[in-house]
């Protein structure tokens, strides 16, 4: 297990409500090929902070990696619908680009 991944997991058992530190390590299991670690990770994520964008992009992108195209869909499709309601033009941007490439 990688310092970061112990570190990060640490944070998260003792409570830490922080969305990076969630994202961080939603993200260090998707590298680690753990996807349904990573996914669970990304869902409490989601329950706690909703309108955390980049969740999105990168649990979609993930989830289509790894051949859950379906769940990655949906996941691209609410990133959409939350990067719009908070105005953010970069994230609305990419996570389109995303779904696009599903349809190519």
Known sequence: MSKRLAVLESMIQKGSKDP?????????????????????????????????VPQYLMCG?????AGRVDAGRAWLEEGVTRARAKGDSHAL?????????LDD
């Open 20 to 52: 990076f530190a969630w994202y961080a390590l939603a993200m260090e299991y998707a590298g680690a090929d753990r996807i349904d670690d990573a996914l669970r990770t990304y869902t409490s994520l989601r329950d706690m902070d909703p309108n955390y």
């Open 61 to 65: 992108q993930m989830l289509v990696k």
């Open 93 to 101: 941007s990419e996570i389109q680009s995303a779904l696009s490439a």
